[in-house]
Every structure is written in C-alpha cells, then in structure tokens.
C-alpha cells in the first residue's frame, strides 16, 4: 500500500508529491528530471535532477531533489549519495513537501 503524506487536507503518496513537485518545477521554467532507480543505478541516487540557466551573470543551478513523503527517512544509501553529492561541490535537497521546495528556491532566489 502507498504511503501517504498529510499535505493541508490532502494526503499524497510518494508518487503524487513527486508529480506535483515534478509539475510546479516545469511550469517554473526548470529542466526536472525523474530517476529510476535500477540495477545500475547509482546505489541511492535521489529522486528528481533539476537545471535550470538563470542567464550569464547567475548562470547555471544543478541541483539533486530527494522527496520523502510522511515519515519516511533517508536510507544510508541516500546518506552516502548526499554525502558524495556534497563532496563533489553539487546541491543536493531533502524536500518533504511543495512548501519545503518553495522554502529552498526562495532561500536560493532562484524563483
């Protein structure tokens, strides 16, 4: 059974927060990329890789969007990508809600 996630009066399995985050990012103008996971994926790989070029001055953002819906955590192989996502000078989001995205790109000024 899908879990669900209380959002205002609505409860959203992982599947529709992600379409709907998937679909606000689209309507704002970013590249949103969903991920598989498979088995050669990389072992813990986050959800959605969104891109989008704000223009020469501000250039490019690349960032690496893993949702979680309810309570469900981050496994330790999600921890190790973050981690490596880190390392490497890439961005990386734990989202758990349409809010908590908005939250981020305002805090970014990439709205």
Request: one cysteine or more.
């Amino acid at each position: 059974m899908p879990k669900k996630v209380k959002q205002g009066k609505l409860a959203l399995t992982h599947g529709q927060l992600k379409r709907q985050i998937v679909d606000y990012l689209r309507w704002h103008k970013w590249l949103a990329i969903p991920i598989q996971q498979g088995a050669f994926s990389y072992h813990g790989i986050a959800d959605l890789y969104i891109i989008k070029y704000f223009g020469y001055s501000r250039g490019t953002y690349q960032i690496w969007v893993e949702i979680k819906a309810g309570k469900d955590k981050q496994s330790k192989a999600q921890s190790k990508f973050e981690i490596d996502i880190f390392n490497h000078g890439g961005r990386y989001w734990l989202v758990k809600s349409l809010e908590d995205l908005e939250s981020y790109l305002r805090d970014c000024n990439l709205l």
